[in-house]
């Protein structure tokens, strides 16, 4: 995935838009580039979920965003969903699928398009 200026305005312009529970899905290297790139926080994606056991209970180097369970979902129900991992964009879809208990809209991040 191919991160450019334009990309870092889009999703902080979509941000200040959606500024209720906006969460991560997928905690891969590849979102921990793209978060740090982005400057966001815990101010802007309250958390990030992952099916790894290893990586449940971290935090996304360089960001105070915790890693949870997907699980999480039921509990802290989000407004918008955030695929991190978009090469795994289609999987992370089908895991995310039975917890997305309001039908919060899903987007993958390096195609900025909504999957689900």
């Known amino acids: ?6 990309d870092r ?3 902080q312009e979509w941000m200040a838009m959606h ?13 921990t580039v793209w978060l ?5 926080t815990t101010d ?4 990030v979920v992952d099916s790894t056991p290893t990586k449940v209970d971290k ?3 360089g960001t105070d965003i915790p890693i949870f369970k997907v699980d999480m979902l039921y ?10 991992a978009h090469n795994y964009c289609d999987e992370i879809v089908r895991w995310l699928q039975p917890c997305n208990c309001l039908d919060a809209p ?9 999957v689900a």
């Open 59 to 61: 935090f996304i180097p």
């Open 75 to 84: 509990y802290r129900i989000p407004t918008a969903i955030l695929v991190l």
């Open 106 to 114: 899903i987007y993958n991040v390096a195609t900025r398009e909504r």
């Open 44 to 47: 802007e994606v309250e958390y």
């Open 19 to 31: 500024t209720r529970r906006v969460v991560g899905a997928g905690a891969a290297a590849k979102a």
């Open 1 to 6: 995935m191919r991160v450019e200026l334009e």
């Open 36 to 40: 740090n790139f982005m400057g966001f």
């Open 9 to 11: 305005a889009y999703w």
